[in-house]
């Protein structure tokens, strides 16, 4: 049995979340003199794909440091036996999109050693003029930048590569002629790159037929894919990481057993796996642990449609490949199956802001206005300043390829939007100045688009908001006291009466 001690409070919440964040960039003064950097990225070089798993520590700056592994490596060999590519040297930097704007870096193999050039080009938006550049650099005692070196080196170990010298650090760096404009938005070093071994993937026998299930638990719901066969049961959704992987489990005496480990390939950037854990001793800390377990089972009703985990207090958790990390956290599930989507007023979400790191958390229900359930997957959400949307431009939030308002409930840049269940996190760049921001929820179901605020093009009245006039504003806080004016930073409920008669209540964060 592993135990993973957790350095956060979270068993409170059926959703733990221990993932990595990712720093603001560092300012820093403009590049030191000497050190070429390239003029344009390399796409879709010649070589054969292999598959490699990547290890490093991330040094995020106010963050600390964190080990990471699991994440997706693609590397191709030139026929010269001298040149070798890196895809994802830099997880989430490379431009998530095809092929042909997915970014390489090039090494040289000398011997065991790979020599990779420093100043290659991670990232170029020619429409937005920002171009990204890999670095290699050293710090002083103080933990800033020391030096730029030009190259970085790594040793062929076997079927490994690993860093020659882990005093050194790659970096994303973004040039400029100014403290204020130049600036890091990570370090690496301790890479550990190696190939991944056989994966078992699991794909239901079209006999079976695939149905459409919930799945829910203490704090949140999705939607997942069902199939049995026989004594076999194939589920598609259990992660949140990777909701396109099925995993399989046996069926015997009205009980699901699944195994504890399988590995989830569907996440864009890492892989996943999908183990059983149970609420551990406590660490010299105080702080709570999960221990991992062999398998996780669902008590199954007669009729084959409720699974109800059992131990009910147990979790699924994803973690990552070497289980080293554990991201999210489910308890008290269940699963059966799903009635159909129908137009439904979404529940409004709750919205914090924190003003140190800038961060949005929103937090939107998978339900009603009543509680029930409603579809994910036909839920949107755009953000709000001051009662005008805003949008996320690839000139600030370079990890999406197009212009966004409306966000997708799954979406996910896995560098500024996160998306952990119910729970959506987004790192704030270029906003204007506000006092207010609200978050704005639509679920659209054949065409019938309905809104938890008014703003909106929604089903929720007959009149259009924009022949409306608001007749009144008034504020409450959580508790339901009235408050005359809105303290900055304050979470209050806002009630709008408008000219027709109809009332709408919201709640944002005053700033």
Not at 486 to 492: D, H, K, L, Q, T
């Given at each position: 049995m592993k135990t993973i001690t957790h350095l956060f409070l979270a068993f409170a919440s059926s959703l733990l979340t221990v993932g990595t964040t990712v720093a603001a960039p560092t300012k820093i003064p403009a590049k030191l003199p000497g050190i070429p950097m390239e003029e344009s990225p390399v796409y879709n070089p010649t070589g054969n794909d292999e598959h490699y798993m990547m290890s490093v520590v991330e040094d995020q700056g106010i963050f600390g440091t964190s080990a990471q592994d699991g994440y997706k490596m693609t590397i191709r060999r030139e026929a010269d036996g001298e040149t070798i590519w890196f895809r994802d040297l830099t997880p989430g930097f490379n431009h998530h999109s095809d092929d042909e704007e997915y970014t390489w870096i090039k090494g040289t193999i000398s011997g065991s050693d790979i020599t990779v050039k420093a100043g290659q080009v991670?990232?170029?938006?020619?429409?937005?003029?920002?171009?990204?550049?890999?670095?290699a650099v050293t710090v002083n005692e103080a933990g800033a930048v020391d030096k730029?070196?030009?190259?970085?080196?790594?040793?062929?170990?076997?079927?490994?590569?690993?860093?020659?010298?882990?005093?050194?650090?790659?970096?994303?760096?973004?040039?400029?002629?100014t403290m204020d404009e130049a600036g890091f938005f990570i370090f690496m070093n301790d890479f550990v790159i190696e190939p991944v071994g056989e994966i078992t993937a699991f794909t239901p026998p079209a006999s079976a037929g695939i149905e459409d299930w919930l799945m829910t638990w203490e704090g949140g719901s999705r939607s997942i894919k069902v199939a049995r066969d026989g004594d076999n049961c194939y589920i598609a959704g259990l992660s949140n990481m990777a909701p396109d992987d099925y995993v399989c489990g046996t069926?015997?005496?009205?009980?699901?057993?699944?195994?504890?480990?399988?590995?989830?390939?569907?996440?864009?950037?890492?892989?996943?796996?999908?183990?059983?854990?149970?609420?551990?001793?406590?660490?010299?800390?105080?702080?709570?642990?999960?221990a991992m377990t062999m398998s996780y089972s669902?008590?199954?009703?007669?009729?084959?449609?409720?699974?109800?985990?059992?131990?009910?207090?147990?979790?699924?958790?994803?973690s990552s490949y070497n289980f080293?990390?554990?991201?999210?956290?489910?308890?008290?599930?269940?699963?059966?199956?799903?009635?159909?989507?129908?137009?439904?007023?979404?529940?409004?979400?709750?919205?914090?802001?924190?003003?140190?790191?800038?961060?949005?958390?929103?937090?939107?229900?998978?339900?009603?206005?009543?509680?029930?359930?409603?579809?994910?997957?036909?839920?949107?959400?755009?953000?709000e300043f001051d009662g005008t949307p805003y949008e996320f431009s690839p000139e600030y939030y370079f990890a999406i390829s197009e212009p966004m308002v409306e966000i997708p409930y799954s979406f996910t840049d896995y560098y500024d939007i996160y998306v952990n269940g119910a729970l959506h996190t987004i790192f704030l760049h270029n906003t204007p100045e506000w006092n207010s921001v609200q978050v704005v929820v639509t679920y659209t179901v054949d065409g019938v688009a309905n809104s938890n605020s008014s703003d909106s093009n929604s089903a929720i009245s007959d009149i259009a908001a924009e022949d409306r006039q608001i007749v009144s504003e008034t504020y409450t806080d959580l508790t339901g006291r009235r408050i005359a004016t809105?303290?900055?930073?304050?979470?209050?409920i806002v009630t709008?009466?408008?000219?027709?008669?109809?009332?709408?209540?919201s709640k944002r964060i005053v700033r």
């Open positions: 991670v990232y170029d938006n020619e429409f937005y003029g920002q171009k990204l550049y890999l670095e730029f070196l030009d190259e970085f080196h790594f040793t062929i170990d076997g079927d490994r590569i690993i860093q020659s010298d882990n005093s050194t650090y790659l970096a994303v760096y973004e040039d400029g002629e069926v015997s005496d009205n009980v699901l057993t699944i195994k504890s480990g399988y590995i989830l390939t569907s996440n864009p950037m890492r892989y996943i796996r999908l183990i059983g854990a149970e609420q551990g001793e406590p660490d010299e800390f105080g702080f709570p642990t999960l669902f008590d199954i009703t007669d009729d084959g449609n409720m699974l109800t985990m059992n131990p009910a207090d147990n979790y699924i958790v994803e080293s990390s554990f991201y999210n956290g489910f308890k008290g599930v269940k699963l059966f199956p799903y009635a159909g989507d129908k137009p439904a007023v979404p529940a409004a979400p709750e919205v914090e802001h924190d003003p140190l790191n800038d961060i949005l958390s929103i937090t939107i229900p998978s339900a009603d206005i009543n509680g029930n359930y409603i579809n994910p997957n036909l839920i949107s959400y755009r953000v809105p303290a900055r930073g304050s979470i209050v709008t009466i408008y000219d027709d008669g109809s009332v709408v209540n």
